[in-house]
Nanobody
Framework: QVQLVESGGGLVQPGGSMRLSCAASGSDISIYAIDWYREVPGKSREWVGRITSDGSTSYADSVKGRFTASRGNAKDTVYLQIERLQPEDTAVYYC?????????WGQGTQVTVSS
């Protein structure tokens, strides 16, 4: 019932930063945990991080210290701030709620890190 839509990706240079958005089209997702994943061709989805309903966060070791998940003032949006981007961060990024009984996955947003 709740469809999460990712946006904010694009082409950036190594060392740059960007903020990805995960929006639920006006639906309140503040009560749900939101996971961020990334995927490259030929590999399975990699879990990146999580933000819970109380705002606590956790991250994969590969991104810890550079990625920060947060909730916006609007209850329908979650963000992923990425700092000091590396070429290895190139992937399609997805947001997904483990609390979604319909297990909805969007199209993701492409992040390309290249000079």
């Amino acid at each position: 019932q709740v469809q999460l839509v990712e946006s904010g990706g694009g082409l950036v240079q190594p060392g740059g930063s960007m903020r990805l958005s995960c929006a639920a089209s006006g639906s309140d997702i503040s009560i749900y945990a939101i996971d961020w994943y990334r995927e490259v061709p030929g590999k399975s989805r990699e879990w990146v991080g999580r933000i819970t309903s109380d705002g606590s966060t956790s991250y994969a070791d590969s991104v810890k210290g550079r990625f920060t998940a947060s909730r916006g003032n609007a209850k329908d949006t979650v963000y992923l701030q990425i700092e000091r981007l590396q070429p290895e961060d190139t992937a399609v990024y997805y947001c997904h709620s483990p609390d979604d009984p319909f297990d909805y996955w969007g199209q993701g947003t492409q992040v390309t890190v290249s000079s």
